[in-house]
């Protein structure tokens, strides 16, 4: 009794170019370079964009945290000269109560006036100016604010 050898399946999918058999025929064989099927690789202008812009993102999440911190350490290293713009480098700011006299005036009517030392200034009628704390010098932007943890 003869029995009848059915070719063996073929692997059929979109996604590959060529069908693949599961044997090699020995009378057929293939280089090295033609054993793999090739892949199709179907990509859309959608999943370029999405992968550029997920690309883009995580080199702007890294790159501009590293510019920050390089242009922060830069001018720690710069000597700062520029005076201060409220006091212009004098360290101290008229004062607005008494507007620099030191002394403040009073109209209690009928006529009557009254003199007294300002409370604010304490009769000097300048205060020290509270952007350079005195110092007559610009601070840089972050040395400006004072940061507190209140936890």
Do not use: W
């Amino acid at each position: 009794m003869r029995v009848s050898v059915s070719s063996p399946p073929r692997l059929q999918s979109p996604f590959i170019h060529s069908p693949v058999s599961y044997t090699q025929s020995p009378s057929r064989l293939r280089s090295p370079a033609t054993c793999y099927p090739r892949i199709k690789a179907e990509v859309d202008t959608n999943t370029v964009i999405a992968i550029s812009v997920g690309v883009a993102s995580v080199a702007l999440g890294i790159g501009i945290p590293v510019f920050y911190e390089t242009q922060i350490d830069n001018a720690a290293k710069r000597e700062n000269t520029q005076p201060c713009f409220p006091c212009n480098g004098t360290g101290a700011q008229k004062c607005r109560l008494c507007v620099g006299s030191g002394n403040v005036t009073v109209e209690l009517g009928g006529g009557e006036k009254e003199v007294s030392n300002c409370i604010n200034c304490d009769g000097a009628g300048s205060l020290t100016c509270t952007t350079c704390q005195g110092s007559g010098l610009q601070p840089r932007y972050l040395d400006r604010r004072e940061f507190k943890d209140d936890d």
